[in-house]
């Protein structure tokens, strides 16, 4: 990690901070908006964290937006992305060979196979051990993000564990809640392989050996996000992409092997008798996620190099440095869904839909509903059966990162009676679906011209005759006006159901096709980035879509008990206005009247409510 800041450093990718800065709020604040600059802003290096509450200074630096930038994402690489791309479908699409050069060539392929296999070593390391009573999990500067996190929390822990007969390894990246000086929690979801290892343990009635790594060699914490496929682990990529072997080392007090380079190493057993509630936090969604019950590990010993780094991530609205970490796993991963998805020709997960809540793929279809037939494949597949909204268009289209041409293709291609809704497991971080980790999907196929012709009607003459009918209307902006289905954002003031009330505007089908309603004191008409961030991730289709005489209703506003919506609706994770003032005086963001401010919603106060309202 040393050296790679090193390196960072005389590229001019890293800043360093000698400021004193609170691990409380604080250098989570700092590192949100550094994220959210152009090309994701620096690598933060703040080399004086404190504790203001308790009076503590820290010895160990806080790094921070690491992989925020593309550019840092192909240095943690060592190469760039798309040779990785290359790299795996060469070993994906590996034929028998036909003579002496393709022997060459095969072989050249599957040495990159001999670096899969981690090689594990009994030297001694210079890590620093406590056991015991001197374990301490208050000695690491463990950031709180947001003012209503339940505790501070570890963010970017490499979480290692194994099958019970200690056949199958795995690597994951969960968050960890700091509930005393010794024990954590475990916010592992119900699909990864920890918590398929967990109820194995749980079924004999025996603790779970579990190990946590903060640092070391950048690319195995990508590499604990990585969506691979049950039962491989996720150091095999590793060594695939770095060209060595991972060299791990056995833990002191339980049997999981974990890298040798990391600079805090965190041992334990989880009982899986214990549960605890977990929560609530701010996670990558820009929600909080309510309490839940999670496993406890109890700390055994925690291991720390002699000159540490304590590496962080900040979560929340976007975009953040997931932004750059996702967009390698798509690019990587689409070799792999290729071989098992006829007729796929790329996808895409725009950053403000938090990848799970909406993904566009080209397609080349081949048969009637082979659009759907994706769809479908797509809702059983790994952790891309979270995803909640699905777009296809077909091999004509512009690229799927040419925001403005594709959604002018996808609503010259939209047809309301190809819209497939669906039902399935959700994200457990999702709070739209009516049940926990249940909840409705949309596909739409946009694959075939639409043959609409709309009359357009102004904006204000719009809103005035949809008020007529629909009162709770407020504010309305019509996008796409130049295409075949323009799309119309209408922020209401609920007070009863919405899809219940829009019979009456059947009447305006000649001048609408798609209508999405949202709230009018938190959305920016004017602001499409964050009403999809919004829409993407308040609907659920099930419940919040209706197609009346071919025009289609989307109810995007926050639920309650009006729509039977039984779960507690989250909070956004707003900065606060203290903190951010506090920075700001000390040069380290921008003036609060900033832009950047009201384009990514930061905070929230009653003036930011008035502009949405009339806007």
């Known amino acids: 990690m040393r050296a790679f800041l090193t390196q960072l450093e005389s590229l001019g990718e890293l800043q360093t901070l000698e400021t004193p800065l609170d691990i409380h709020l604080e250098i989570p604040h700092l590192a949100y908006l550094e994220a959210k600059k152009p090309q994701g802003g620096k690598a933060l290096l703040c080399t004086k964290p404190m504790d203001a509450k308790n009076n503590k200074h820290f010895d160990i630096p806080v790094l921070i937006n690491l992989f925020g ?200 057993w989880v009982d899986p008798e214990q549960m605890r509630l977990e929560g609530p936090f701010g996670d990558h969604t820009g929600f909080y996620t309510p309490q839940e019950p999670y496993p406890l590990l109890e700390v055994s010993t925690l291991r720390i190099k002699p000159d540490p ?131 409705g999907k949309l596909g739409i196929d946009a694959t075939m011209p639409s043959s609409k012709t709309p009359c357009i009607l102004e904006d204000s003459v719009l809103l005035a005759r949809m008020q007529a009918v629909l009162p709770q209307a407020l504010i309305l902006r019509q996008y796409g006006i130049h295409t075949a289905n323009p799309l119309c954002v209408v922020g209401v003031q609920k007070t009863r159901p919405l899809l219940n009330a829009v019979h009456g505007l059947k009447d305006l089908q000649s001048a609408l096709s798609i209508i999405i309603f949202v709230d009018a004191l938190k959305n920016d008409l004017n602001n499409p980035y964050m009403l999809l961030w919004r829409i993407t991730n308040n609907l659920d289709a099930k419940r919040d879509l209706k197609i009346e005489e071919g025009l289609v209703f989307l109810d995007a506003t926050d639920k309650n008990a009006l729509e039977g919506h039984t779960r507690e609706w989250p909070l956004e994770t707003d900065c606060s206005l203290e903190v951010l003032q506090k920075l700001s005086n000390l040069g380290l963001i921008p003036p609060l009247d900033d832009p950047i401010y009201h384009r990514y919603h930061i905070y929230n106060s009653p003036s930011t409510k008035e502009s949405h309202e009339f806007c």
């Not at 060699?217 to 491989?232: E, N, V």
């Open 69 to 268: 930038s593309s550019r840092r994402m192909e240095l943690v690489l060592g190469k760039p992305i798309s040779a990785c791309c290359v790299q795996l479908e060469a070993l994906l699409s590996a034929q028998k060979p036909k003579n002496l050069k393709g022997i060459w060539h095969a072989l050249r392929t599957l040495k990159a196979l001999y670096h899969i296999f981690p090689k594990i070593s009994n030297k001694p390391t210079d890590h620093i051990n406590y056991t015991s009573d001197q374990v301490n999990l208050y000695d690491l500067p463990i950031l709180t993000t947001w003012e209503r996190d339940a505790a501070p929390f570890i963010t970017m822990g490499q979480i290692y564990t194994q099958s019970l007969d200690g056949a199958h390894k795995n690597l994951g990246l969960y968050r960890l809640q700091v509930y005393d000086k010794n024990h954590l929690g475990l916010h592992w979801q119900i699909h990864k392989d920890g918590n398929h290892f967990f109820h194995a343990y749980k079924r004999v009635g025996r603790k779970m050996p579990v190990s946590v790594v903060i640092g070391g060699d950048p690319l195995y914490t990508w590499c604990g996000q990585a969506p691979l496929p049950h039962g491989m682990f996720e150091l095999w990529l590793y060594g695939l992409l770095r060209g060595k072997r991972a060299h791990l080392m056995r833990s002191r007090t339980n049997p999981i092997c974990v890298p040798r380079d990391g600079d805090i190493i965190i041992e334990g």
């Open 309 to 439: 780094i304590y590496l962080a991530c900040v979560v929340g609205k976007p975009p953040l440095e997931d932004k750059y970490m996702g967009y390698l796993t798509e690019r990587l991963f689409l070799p792999l869904i290729q071989k098992s998805t006829y007729g796929l020709l790329d996808y895409h997960m725009p950053e403000n839909g938090v990848f799970h809540n909406l993904i566009l793929a080209q397609i080349a279809p081949s048969y009637p509903a082979h659009a759907s037939q994706i769809m479908h494949h797509f809702w059983g597949t790994g952790q891309m059966s979270f995803v909640k909204h699905a777009i296809f268009v077909g091999p004509n289209a512009p690229s799927l990162q040419d925001y403005p041409a594709i959604f002018a293709h996808i609503l010259n291609h939209f047809d309301p009676h190809k819209l497939v809704v669906s039902e399935g497991v959700c994200d457990a971080l999702d709070h739209a679906s009516p049940n926990f980790a249940f909840g």
